[in-house]
């Protein structure tokens, strides 16, 4: 039976974690300052990437690391140290635009995946990186007709990376998009000399803008200031017709994100693309799978190129459109393994019975339930109020210094 890649992204252990219970079948992550999410995300060390390795291991799921930066000169000995640690680690890919880091992971024998910002957007590219690299991720402006020709070229003709292996095509299906093309913008670059392309975007496009004459001072007149901001991918939709093409591998961006975006987005995925395959993709499941993403960060969804669209639509806002936010309340501080309790310091907001919940942490990763009973001096309580202990059941262990959240309605937006 075909099977579908689900690829979830890594900014910490505990979206690791998350993203391995939600169903994963692989994760990408950064190491050091060589890849495109240096400033949005917790980058591992090279110290961490065996015990990334191997929780990925003991999990089944494959593990990549994203140096996919333009290299200078200056970057050269880092990459090769990268480069080198990550196949002394046993991890199973770097994903990479620079010739100089792909020339390299072949020569030592790393495999590697194309990334995007290569622009790949046709079969005769696909062709000229399959002698580099055994999956190759599309371009982002790929509508699906294009990929559903490429797909079938590679299997028409048989082309295959460097493994023997017909070459995956990977392609993104969640989460930001950015207006340049494939993510190559230079915004940042000629407004702060920070490039997107080193890892060190500031988001300039996602900041209101006006449109004035500078020689007459007249000032255009646009429905929406956010001109350069586009609506987060969104694929769910449209999933059966995006792996009917022959795609192989559904990339998830956020490695910015929280570990409960990353559990939430990865398990409708999953459970999605498992349905397409089953012939159990329905209206009224795709209903409900849209309710549960619109619960995580989003900018409002947009179906990017992919359907044929000349531009992505704009997000309208800066913010954050999720339909939940998560709210700090305490650590744990003790686990009761025999009894299945954890007692909790509450610090900064209380939480009371029935609320929906997050604990996360470098070992366990997230557990999202909601509050079945609680217990203050071991007498139960409908809530905790603030500056207390609190112990209550949770599914599995956690560990102290767990942070405890709270998962509700955004307070701005609850309707009185």
Not at 78 to 96: C, D, F, H, L, P
Not at 204 to 219: L, Q, V
Not at 295 to 322: C, I, M, Q
Request: proline share 3%.
């Amino acid at each position: 039976m075909r099977k579908i890649e689900i690829m979830a992204p890594v900014g910490s252990f505990e979206a690791l974690g998350a993203s391995i219970d939600a169903g994963c079948n692989s994760i990408y992550f950064g190491v050091a300052q060589l890849n495109m999410r240096t400033r949005a995300a917790h980058n591992f060390t090279l110290e961490e990437l065996k015990e990334v390795a191997d929780r990925c291991k003991v999990a089944g799921i494959r593990s990549y690391i994203t140096l996919n930066v333009l290299l200078y000169e200056h970057d050269m000995s880092m990459m090769r140290t990268i480069v080198e640690a990550a196949k002394a680690a046993g991890i199973n890919a770097i994903i990479a635009q620079d010739i100089a880091a792909i020339q390299y992971a072949r020569q030592i024998g790393m495999p590697v995946q194309a990334s995007t910002q290569l622009s790949i957007s046709n079969f005769e590219s696909v062709k000229f990186y399959a002698q580099f690299a055994d999956t190759i991720v599309l371009a982002r402006e790929v509508d699906i007709p294009m990929m559903k020709r490429i797909c079938d070229g590679i299997e028409k003709e048989q082309v295959r990376g460097p493994a023997g292996e017909l070459v995956r095509i990977e392609v993104f299906v969640h989460g930001a998009l950015c207006i340049a093309q494939s993510g190559r913008c230079h915004m940042s670059l000629l407004q702060n000399n920070t490039s997107a392309q080193r890892g060190a975007c500031l988001q300039e496009c996602r900041r209101k803008y006006r449109i004035i004459d500078d020689e007459t001072g007249k000032e255009m007149v646009v429905d929406n200031e956010y001109v350069l901001s586009p609506k987060d991918l969104c694929t769910l939709p449209f999933l059966d017709a995006l792996i009917d093409t022959g795609v192989s591998v559904l990339k998830i961006e956020g490695r910015g994100r929280s570990p409960v975006y990353v559990a939430t987005v990865v398990r409708v995925y999953r459970e999605a693309a498992d349905a397409v395959l089953a012939g159990t993709f329905t209206p009224e499941k795709i209903t409900s799978w849209m309710k549960e993403l619109e619960t995580v960060y989003n900018r409002g969804f947009t179906e990017g190129y992919y359907l044929g669209r000349k531009l992505p639509e704009w997000s309208g806002d800066p913010g954050n459109h999720a339909t939940e936010e998560r709210v700090y309340v305490g650590n744990v501080v003790h686990y009761f393994d025999k009894a299945g309790v954890a007692e909790i310091e509450v610090q900064a907001n209380e939480i009371n019975k029935g609320d929906k919940y997050a604990i996360m942490g470098k070992a366990t990763g997230l557990i999202q339930d909601h509050v079945k009973e609680m217990k203050i001096d071991d007498a139960f309580v409908e809530k905790s109020g603030k500056g207390v202990t609190i112990t209550m059941p949770v599914p599995r262990a956690v560990h102290r210094n767990d942070k405890l959240y709270l998962l509700r309605k955004p307070i701005a937006r609850v309707i009185a």
